[in-house]
C-alpha cells in the first residue's frame, strides 16, 4: 500500500518544474522570475534569446492579452530586463560570474516585510488578504503556524490550486520564488507567520534551514500533497 | 479516490516521522516525497506525462510541450500515444494535473461528459458522449500537426517567441467518432441566418482570472469541416486524456490547436471569438513581413488569416541528417501531407541541390488527409551528400524552395522544401 502511495508521488506531472532555469543576473530579473512562471516556464523564455526590441515588446503585450496583469511600472523593468540580457546584443556575461545561488547567500537579510512587499504582495495583498476564490489569505491563516516548512516549501516550489484555506477554497498559481536568496526567503516566511496578528507556533526560520530544503527540490504537485498530508485531519 | 487514499497512508506516515523533526524546527517530509524529489531534475517526458516515451524532447514543461524526434517517428504508420508530440495552451498541473497522462479519462468522467451545443439558435442542446459512442461511428485517418512544427528553422532569418520545433511536432493517426456536420443538423438547433462560423471550446481554463480562453472559430465553409468528426477514438482506443479525451473535435487537415482538447462547448456564431488565443496568435500574415518590422500585436482580421489548415509539406525519414548510407543504390522514404482540402499529387526530390528533381513514387493508400509515404531510389557514389524534397497538391500548390519566404513573427506555417545532409560511404 505504502509502494501504491510512492508510486502516486513520483508520477505527479511537471517533475522538470523543479530543473529550475535560471536567467542572466541582471535588474529586472527577479520580477521576470515572480510574474512569467504562473502560465510557462522559463524555457519559452530562454528559447526565445535574441528577439529584437520590438519583439519582445509585442511578446510582453500578448501576455498581457492572455491574462498578465501589472503594473506600468513593473512591465517597464521587466521589459528593460528583457531586451538588454535576452534581446540580440546581451552583455557579456560577468567574468566568474558567481552562482545565483551564492549571490543570494552572501546578501544580508532584508526585511521580511520587505520582501514581502516587492514579491507577494501582488498577489497576496500588501496587509495579506488576499484575493477571494483564487490567493489565500496570509493575515489570520493558521495554516502557517503549523509547520514553517510550508509556507518555505511554497515560496521555494510553488503551488498550484485547488486548496481549501480557512473554509474556503482557492483555486490560483504561485510560481516558485527559488530565485530569492535563503536569508530572504526565511525572512520572509518569519514575516508572514507573525505579522497582522499570526501566530507563528513552532519558532522561526533561519537561512540555513531554507537552504536544506532548497537542497530537496519539489514540484509544485509534490507541495499540493505534501501541503495535504500536513493538513488533512488524521484518519479515524 | 486515490488521492484521499494516498494523503491517509502519507498523513500515518508523517506522523511517523513527525517526531524526528530536526533542530531547525522543520518537520520532516514523509518519506514517499522525499523519495519523489530524489528523481533527476532533467525535464523527463514521463515525468511531465505518465506514459510518454523518456525519448521525447521536452521543449515546456509546465505547458507538456514535446516533439517526436525523426527516428522514432518514422518506425510507426501511425504514431503511438507514448511518442505523439504534445502542446497544452494552459499549466499541466493544474486541477490536480488531471490531464497529465496518457490513460483515458475514467468511466465516470466520459459516462457524465456533456457537450453544449448553443449559439445563435433558436433551441441550444446537450449532447452526452456515451449518446455519442451508440451512434455510428466514422474512421479518418489524418496527420495532427502542430502550427509552429519547424519553428526553429525560420531562426536562420530572425528569432521568434515560441519552442523551437524541428520536424517532430506532428505525427499521423486514425481518430474514430461521430460526423460534426450531420449531427448539427440533426440537432434541429433553429440556427439564425447571421450564423456563419462555428466556435469550439474545452474544458481546460486558463491560470489566471480573466485570462483569455482557448476557443477557436471555424467558418462554415471551410471544407475541411465536412470530414470533422467528434472523437472518441485515437489509433483505436478511448483518446488519451492528454490528447484530448474523452472528446475531441477532429478537423483532418486543420493544424492541433484548432482540434479542441476535452471539447465542452460548441457554438454557432455570426464571427470569429474575440479570444486573445483565436485573435493574438496562431495567425499569418498574407503579405511577407520582417523581423522587427511587423510582430504579433500588428496582427489583425484584415492583415493576418488563422492557421487552420496544414501549409503542403514534406519531410525526408530516410536517410535523417548525419547518417551514413551504403554506395550504390539508395532509398530515398518520406512522407507528405496537406490541408485536407486537396491530396497531394506530386512529391520530387532532388540530390543536386535542386538542379533536376526526380518523381517519387507516393503511396496514399490511407487517405488524402494521412502521411502520403514517398519514396525513390537513387544512385550515388561515396561521399557527401544532400537530399531535397518538395510536393504539389491538385491545386499547384507547392513549397517554397526557401522557407525562410514565409517569416512570420509567430514562426507558423514553416513548410520550407525540406534539406537533409548525409553521408554515403
Not at chain 2, 480562453?213 to 475541411?224: G, N, W
Not at chain 2, 454557432?268 to 520582417?290: H, I, W
Not at chain 2, 525526408?316 to 532509398?331: C, H, I, M, Q, R
Request: aromatic fraction near 8%.
Amino acid at each position: 500500500m505504502l509502494a501504491a502511495a510512492a508510486i502516486a508521488w513520483l508520477s505527479g506531472p511537471a517533475a522538470a518544474e523543479a530543473a529550475g532555469i535560471t536567467l542572466p543576473p541582471g535588474p529586472g530579473a527577479n520580477l521576470v522570475y515572480a510574474r512569467c512562471q504562473t502560465c510557462h516556464d522559463l524555457q519559452y523564455i530562454v528559447d526565445a534569446k535574441g528577439l529584437l526590441p520590438a519583439q519582445w515588446k509585442s511578446t510582453l503585450a500578448g501576455m498581457k492579452d492572455y491574462g498578465l496583469t501589472i503594473s506600468p511600472a513593473d512591465e517597464a523593468t521587466i521589459l528593460a530586463y528583457l531586451t538588454t540580457y535576452l534581446g540580440p546584443n546581451p552583455p557579456p556575461a560577468a567574468a566568474s560570474s558567481p552562482a545565483s545561488g551564492a549571490t543570494r547567500m552572501a546578501g544580508a537579510a532584508t526585511s521580511g516585510r520587505h520582501v514581502f512587499e516587492e514579491n507577494c504582495s501582488g498577489c497576496h495583498g500588501p496587509e495579506g488578504a488576499g484575493q477571494a476564490g483564487i490567493y489565500p489569505a496570509l493575515a489570520g491563516n493558521a495554516d502557517l503556524a503549523k509547520d514553517a516548512g510550508l509556507p518555505a516549501r511554497v515560496v521555494l516550489f510553488g503551488l498550484t490550486g485547488p486548496i481549501e484555506a480557512g473554509g474556503a477554497s482557492y483555486t490560483g498559481t504561485m510560481p516558485p520564488f527559488g530565485h530569492l536568496g535563503d536569508a530572504d526567503i526565511a525572512a520572509v516566511v518569519n514575516y508572514v507567520r507573525s505579522a497582522w496578528g499570526n501566530a507563528a507556533g513552532a519558532g522561526s526560520v533561519d537561512a540555513k534551514a531554507i537552504a536544506a530544503l532548497r537542497a530537496h527540490p519539489l514540484t509544485s504537485s509534490d507541495v499540493h500533497k505534501y501541503r495535504a498530508a500536513l493538513l488533512s485531519p488524521p484518519p479515524r | 479516490m486515490t488521492v484521499q487514499f494516498t494523503r491517509n497512508v502519507d498523513r500515518r506516515r508523517f506522523l511517523q516521522m513527525a517526531g524526528a523533526a530536526g533542530a531547525s524546527g522543520l518537520l520532516p517530509l514523509p518519506g514517499s516525497i522525499r523519495r519523489a524529489l530524489a528523481a533527476d531534475a532533467a525535464p523527463l517526458a514521463s515525468a511531465v506525462i505518465a506514459g510518454k516515451s523518456d525519448k521525447m524532447i521536452v521543449h515546456n514543461a509546465k505547458l507538456g510541450v514535446m516533439e517526436t524526434p525523426l527516428d522514432l517517428l518514422r518506425d510507426h504508420p501511425f504514431t503511438p500515444k507514448e511518442i505523439l508530440y504534445n502542446r497544452l495552451h494552459f499549466p499541466i498541473d493544474l486541477n490536480g494535473g488531471w490531464v497529465a497522462t496518457t490513460a483515458p479519462a475514467s468511466t465516470e468522467t466520459t459516462r457524465d461528459w456533456t457537450i453544449l451545443v448553443s449559439g445563435l439558435v433558436q433551441r441550444p442542446k446537450t449532447i452526452k458522449v456515451s449518446d455519442l459512442a451508440k451512434m455510428d461511428q466514422v474512421k479518418r485517418i489524418s496527420v495532427m500537426q502542430c502550427a509552429g512544427n519547424g519553428r526553429s528553422y525560420y531562426w536562420a532569418k530572425g528569432k521568434t517567441a515560441g519552442s523551437g520545433w524541428k520536424h517532430g511536432g506532428m505525427g499521423n493517426l486514425t481518430w474514430e467518432g461521430v460526423p460534426l456536420m450531420p449531427l448539427l443538423k440533426s440537432l434541429e438547433l433553429g440556427p439564425d441566418p447571421s450564423v456563419t462560423f462555428l466556435s469550439a471550446n474545452g474544458k481546460d481554463v486558463p491560470p489566471v482570472v480573466g485570462g483569455a480562453d482557448l476557443i477557436k472559430s471555424y467558418h462554415l465553409a471551410a471544407p475541411q469541416l465536412q470530414n470533422a468528426i467528434l472523437a472518441l477514438k485515437m489509433n483505436g482506443e478511448p483518446i488519451p486524456t492528454v490528447h484530448g479525451g474523452p472528446v475531441r473535435l477532429i478537423i483532418p487537415g486543420f493544424y492541433g490547436n484548432m482540434n479542441i482538447k476535452w471539447l465542452t462547448d460548441l457554438m454557432l456564431m455570426d464571427r470569429e471569438n474575440p479570444s486573445a488565443l483565436m485573435q493574438k496568435t496562431y495567425r499569418m500574415p498574407f503579405e511577407p513581413v520582417e523581423p522587427g518590422k511587423f510582430t504579433t500585436q500588428d496582427m489583425t482580421q484584415q492583415n493576418t488569416v488563422p492557421t487552420y489548415g496544414f501549409a503542403i509539406m514534406s519531410v525526408v525519414f530516410a536517410p535523417l541528417a548525419g547518417e551514413t548510407v551504403k554506395a550504390g543504390n539508395v532509398d530515398l522514404k518520406g512522407v507528405a501531407w496537406n490541408d485536407g482540402v486537396v491530396p497531394v499529387t506530386e512529391v520530387r526530390v532532388s540530390v543536386d541541390q535542386g538542379r533536376s528533381w526526380i518523381a517519387a513514387e507516393i503511396d496514399s493508400s490511407d487517405g488524402p488527409t494521412a502521411w502520403q509515404h514517398w519514396q525513390t531510389r537513387v544512385a550515388l557514389s561515396a561521399g557527401a551528400h544532400e537530399v531535397w524534397v518538395r510536393a504539389t497538391d491538385a491545386w499547384g500548390r507547392s513549397q517554397p524552395m526557401d522557407g525562410l519566404t514565409t517569416w512570420n513573427p509567430g514562426g507558423w506555417d514553416w513548410h520550407g522544401v525540406d534539406r537533409v545532409a548525409f553521408q554515403v560511404a
